[in-house]
């Protein structure tokens, strides 16, 4: 063996030995970045997996609010449905609002004159009131 020869296998061995450790840094590098993104998407699943659990969650209360309301609305028109005469009374107080005379009442209505006269009355007074009121 000639003096070039060793050098160029002692080069060869330097160089195996370069990449070999090259090989070995990429690879364990590879495998922190693959424990960093396993690590990452078990994050990411557990936030999903709350996430998703609280949705449905909100979606049940939806759901139950959404009912309860139902069922109060249904009872209010029972309530609006139940007494007649009370229903005019109270069309009669929003026609009222909407600056109706007394004529309008008892036509629209259908109550006596001088019970539209005693609404108009009150209506009358309350806004007197409550205009002095919000003078003061």
């Known amino acids: 063996m000639t003096e070039t020869s ?3 296998i002692s080069l060869l061995v330097v160089v195996v030995f370069l990449f070999a450790g090259i090989s070995m840094f990429t690879f364990y ?3 922190q970045h693959e424990r960093q993104y396993k690590a990452l998407v078990t994050v990411l699943r557990n936030e999903i997996r709350s996430m998703t659990g609280s949705s449905i969650g909100m979606g049940k209360r939806l759901v139950d ?3 309860k309301l139902n069922i109060t609305v249904e009872k ?3 309530l609006e449905n139940r007494d007649p005469g009370e229903l005019a009374y109270n069309q009669a107080a929003r026609l009222m ?3 109706a005379d007394v004529d309008d009442l008892v036509k629209d209505c259908g109550i006596g004159r ?3 006269e005693l609404m108009a009355l009150l209506h009358k007074e309350l806004h007197t009131h409550t205009g002095l009121e919000k003078k003061h």
Request: no cysteine; aromatic share 0%; hydrophobic share 40%.
């Open 65 to 67: 609010i959404e009912k």
């Open 6 to 8: 060793v050098l160029l």
């Open 29 to 31: 590098r590879q495998k």
């Open 114 to 116: 001088p019970e539209a």
């Open 97 to 99: 609002e909407m600056g």
């Open 76 to 78: 209010q028109l029972e």
